[in-house]
């Protein structure tokens, strides 16, 4: 874990610096959501799948930043889900 940590740092950094489009300083968030084989997932598919709720709880608080996909996630996420449901109707 502690490498993928490391290089979503990198990547984090990276994009700390405006990027400079003709007389425009462009400013960007990124957020990173990471997972580990076989620990979050048996095949890709599902790593991507809780990588993308690990990114989405990144955004939850604040954006800028890297988080490692946590089982809970997916409970609240599936919560979350299922009241926005309820909401609708």
């Keep these: ?17 405006p990027f400079i489009v003709g007389a425009r300083e462009l400013y960007t968030t990124t957020s990173i959501g990471i997972t580990i ?20 709880n990144v955004k939850e608080h604040g ?3 890297c988080r490692r996909y946590d089982p809970d996630m997916h409970a609240k996420e599936s919560a979350d889900r299922e ?7």
Aim: hydrophobic share 40%; proline share 4%; aromatic share 6%.
């Design 63 to 65: 954006r800028n930043d």
């Design 37 to 56: 084989y076989p620990d979050d997932g048996a095949d890709p598919d599902t790593l991507m799948k809780n990588a993308d709720i690990a990114m989405y």
């Design 83 to 89: 009241k926005a449901g309820r909401d609708i109707h």
């Design 1 to 17: 874990m502690e490498n993928a940590r490391i290089i979503a740092m990198k990547i984090l950094n990276a994009f700390r610096e």
